[in-house]
């Protein structure tokens, strides 16, 4: 069974910093890509950024320059520095993780961790 964990959200002032952290444990046999995701109420999951397993990454136009996501392969785990944070960046953020290929391809969801920006 696969688990991601986040951690890493809180409270912060407009302009203010934070670096989520998204752990995957279980059993497996290597990720795909991954990706973070944030959501607000009575809204759709919006697509923040994704890094593949090559560390490529593509951030959403709404945060690039101020959110920067990254991996480290060692460790299972998928990080997103937000900086210049905004009263509209304020959410829960989950992360995803691809594992898989082909007909096989799964995807795997966080609890989500809670952002909010003040302002």
């Known amino acids: 069974q696969v688990q991601l964990v986040e951690s890493g959200g809180g409270l912060v002032q407009a302009g203010g910093s934070l670096r989520l952290s998204c752990a995957v444990s279980g059993t497996f046999f290597s990720i795909n890509a991954m990706g973070w995701y944030r959501q607000t109420p009575g809204k759709t999951r919006e697509w923040v950024a994704t890094i593949t397993s090559g560390s490529s990454t593509n951030h959403a136009d709404s945060v690039k320059g101020r959110f920067t996501i990254s991996r480290d392969n060692a460790k299972n785990t998928v990080y997103l520095q937000m900086n210049s944070l905004k009263p509209e960046d304020t959410a829960v953020y989950y992360c995803?993780?691809?594992?898989?290929?082909?007909?096989?391809?799964?995807?795997?969801w966080g609890q989500g961790t809670q952002v909010t920006v003040s302002s």
């Open positions: 995803n993780a691809e594992m898989g290929t082909g007909l096989r391809i799964r995807h795997y």
